[in-house]
């Protein structure tokens, strides 16, 4: 087998925010193709090891970090391999900063404060490159990598203006791309998928029910993408079928943003 064409049931995925919403699903989704998987939490401990027990504890790790402290990322790196045995194969960029897609809640361009942006930008690129740097050794030293960015449709159609967590999500796109270009040539894949507001999710709970109605009655597909769907969606990155692809941003919103 190519380098390229690590099977899903042979890898050991870490997933960032894990302990809760999306990263809850996006463990499942993983799990339930055999790979082991990296819970990783901020502060969500009791729901993080409810999880690795319900997923078992031969299959699963939790693992606390806070993704903007470089020493906790590396610490979590070394514990997943230490746990498992070998080195993380595929990352997930999945933890997000404090939000809520609350569109009468949100600030306007008017008084909208840069701290708001900065908590963004430190959460999403600030992160996201904490655990990359951490993944990239063990990722060379194998010849393989995955690592997944999670971003928003929001870029294309940016229906409710979130202006800080579009900005730091367009950045991770950039850095998407150009962290692809770097890690190519080690047999790394760099890719992003981006969803809209997912049918639900802690930061999508305040969303109003008319809100996921009105997005529904726009997609193709008449509803409201859940996390369980997107997840779904991500394993394709992660497999032998995506060893051609890298530097992409794949949306997966029911047919609502056509490019």
């Keep these: 087998?190519?380098?390229g064409e690590v099977k899903l049931e042979e890898q050991i995925v870490l997933i960032t925010g894990a302990g809760r919403g999306l990263g809850m699903a996006?463990?499942?989704a993983f799990a339930g193709e055999g790979a082991k998987v990296v819970v990783n939490y901020r502060?969500?401990?009791?729901?993080?090891?409810?999880l690795v027990a319900e997923l078992g504890?031969?299959?699963?790790?939790?693992?606390q970090a806070d993704v903007t402290d470089r020493a906790?990322?590396?610490?979590?790196?070394?514990?997943?391999t230490d746990h498992f045995g070998q080195y993380v194969s595929t990352l997930v960029n999945n933890a997000l900063a404090d939000f809520s897609f609350n569109g009468d809640a949100r600030a306007k361009a008017g008084d909208i404060a840069w701290s708001q942006f900065s908590s963004q930008f430190e959460g999403s690129v600030h992160g996201a490159l904490n655990t990359v740097q951490a993944?990239?050794?063990?990722?060379?030293?194998?010849?393989?990598?995955r690592i997944i960015n999670i971003g928003t449709n929001l870029f294309q159609n940016p229906v409710v203006p979130y202006h800080d967590y579009t900005a730091a999500k367009a950045a991770l796109l950039s850095l998407t791309r150009t962290m692809s270009a770097d890690l190519g040539p080690f047999g790394i894949t760099v890719n992003m998928l981006s969803g809209g507001l997912?049918?639900?999710?802690?930061?999508?709970?305040?969303t109003p029910e008319e809100v996921f109605d009105y997005i529904a009655a726009g997609t193709p597909l008449q509803s409201v993408t859940t996390?369980?769907?997107f997840a779904d969606a991500m394993l394709f990155f992660a497999s032998p079928w995506s060893r051609a692809v890298t530097g992409q941003n794949l949306v997966v919103d029911g047919g609502l943003v056509k490019d």
């Design 1 to 3: 087998m190519e380098c």
């Design 26 to 28: 996006i463990a499942r």
């Design 43 to 50: 502060s969500s401990r009791k729901a993080a090891e409810a």
């Design 57 to 63: 504890a031969g299959q699963a790790l939790a693992v």
């Design 72 to 80: 906790q990322v590396d610490r979590m790196f070394q514990a997943a």
């Design 135 to 145: 993944a990239i050794p063990g990722m060379r030293e194998r010849g393989f990598g």
């Design 198 to 206: 997912l049918r639900t999710t802690d930061a999508s709970a305040a």
């Design 227 to 229: 996390p369980a769907e």
